[in-house]
């Protein structure tokens, strides 16, 4: 009876420890996959987008072409269409049927405009890799979160084409899709 007991105990540890090595092999792949992920991103880049926000179902565009600069450009509803806001390093100015006016980022008061704004500096603060900050697989998709300007964002990464697909703001609070996402240069 002794020797069935090491057996069955021999047995089990070999299932056991193999078992430990390819969970810590898998953790170690994902982990290798999230760094190769974050080393292609660009913060450059280029989207159409939608999201409710009060009730209203928003569309557009947000793009980052240059460093310090951005362009979000609403495409729907129609009474919204053409409202383009133009970011850059300072300031953020407003356009709408031929009227404009700037707003000093400095002086506050721009993320409470629209979190538009917020989005594209979220979106770019995302998109640049830091090792310490890798992002976690969850399913088919990976997650990266950080805090940008105080609030806390998210933004998911399709794992079949490594490009982001949502982006949540605050907590989750406002959840813009992103459609045709491509990096520029």
Sequence with gaps: MRPFLLRFFL???VILWVGLSLTGCSKSRDQAKAKQLMESFSQH???EFSCTMD??????????PNPGSGVIEMTAPESLAGLTYRL???????SFSGLSFTLNKSAGGVAGLVPFPQALTALSTLLTFRPEELPVREGSLW?????VDGKEC???IAGDTGLP???LLEGGDL???LKNFAFLG
């Design 45 to 47: 880049f280029e989207s």
């Design 11 to 13: 047995v089990f540890g």
């Design 88 to 94: 850059d390093l300072d300031q953020v100015e407003v």
């Design 175 to 177: 959840k813009i899709e």
């Design 55 to 64: 009730g209203l179902e928003l569309e557009g565009k947000i793009s980052r």
């Design 154 to 156: 998210s933004m998911l």
């Design 165 to 167: 697909v949502k982006l």
């Design 143 to 147: 997650k990266l979160s950080s805090t």
